[in-house]
Nanobody
Framework: QVQLVESGGGLVQFGGSLRLSCAAS????????MGWYRQAPGKQRELVAR???????NYADSVKGRFTISRDNAKKTVYLQMNSLKPEDTAVYYC?????????WGQGTQVTVSS
């Protein structure tokens, strides 16, 4: 059983920072692409950032220059450093592990940015 547990969400004021963590348990971590997605109320879930096993990254245009995804394979953890947060970043943030023919999701962590 693959388990992904997000943490680090919370309430932050405009311009603040948060670091989200996603810890994986019960799976081989290092070979899989990991991603962060978010879903705001009434909206579709969208990609925020992805990182491959080789450390290649890609970001949504809306977060480029503000967010950084990273991973620590020894700790089986992926991080999302979020800086210069805006109210439009408010959403539930989900961690995702991509495999060849399957994917796994965490339960999500709420990020709320006040204006």
């Amino acid at each position: 059983q693959v388990q992904l547990v997000e943490s680090g969400g919370g309430l932050v004021q405009f311009g603040g920072s948060l670091r989200l963590s996603c810890a994986a348990s019960g799976s081989v971590f290092s070979i899989y692409t990991m991603g962060w997605y978010r879903q705001a109320p009434g909206k579709q879930r969208e990609l925020v950032a992805r990182i491959t096993r080789d450390g290649n990254t890609n970001y949504a245009d809306s977060v480029k220059g503000r967010f950084t995804i990273s991973r620590d394979n020894a700790k089986k953890t992926v991080y999302l450093q979020m800086n210069s947060l805006k109210p439009e970043d408010t959403a539930v943030y989900y961690c995702k592990q991509e495999r060849v023919n399957s994917e796994y999701w965490g339960q999500g962590t709420q990020v709320t940015v006040s204006s």
